[in-house]
């Protein structure tokens, strides 16, 4: 069974930086290509960034692409998401996810298919202004 903790949310000032971090158990971790999404109130889930299998590569939606940066520790079994420059807007609910099944695809090939299924509870992210 597939397990994702998500941490490292919390409150912070507009123009800020956070790090969040999803500690990953019940599969390859290696494998897989790993997510992050959030959701707002009100709002639908976003996806926001991936990393492939191997780290080798990476895909951001237009919204975070500059601020945020996605990696992954194949050693930890663990996927970050380091958050600068942070605005009001990015206020919300973030979940990391996990691919359905190992395909070895590149990231934004797992991201435009649609290609996570394991999710995890979500960390809080509250940006003040």
């Known amino acids: 069974q597939v397990q994702l903790v998500e941490s490292g949310g919390g409150l912070v000032q507009a123009g800020g930086s956070l790090r969040l971090s999803c500690a990953a158990s019940?599969?390859?971790?290696?494998?897989?290509?790993m997510g992050w999404f959030r959701q707002a109130p009100g709002k639908e889930r976003e996806f926001l960034a991936a990393?492939?299998?191997?780290?080798?590569?990476?895909y951001y939606t237009d919204s975070v692409k500059g601020r945020f940066t996605i990696s992954r520790d194949n050693a930890k079994n663990t996927v970050y998401l380091q958050m600068g420059s942070l605005k009001p807007e990015d206020t919300a609910v973030y979940y990391c996810?996990?691919?359905?099944?190992?395909?070895?695809?590149?990231?934004?090939?797992?991201?435009?298919?649609?290609?996570?299924?394991?999710w995890g509870q979500g960390t809080q992210v509250t940006v003040s202004s």
């Open positions: 990393v492939s299998w191997s780290g080798g590569t990476t």
């Open positions: 019940g599969l390859s971790f290696s494998n897989y290509a």
């Open positions: 996810a996990a691919e359905s099944s190992p395909t070895h695809k590149a990231a934004s090939v797992v991201a435009i298919r649609g290609g996570f299924g394991s």
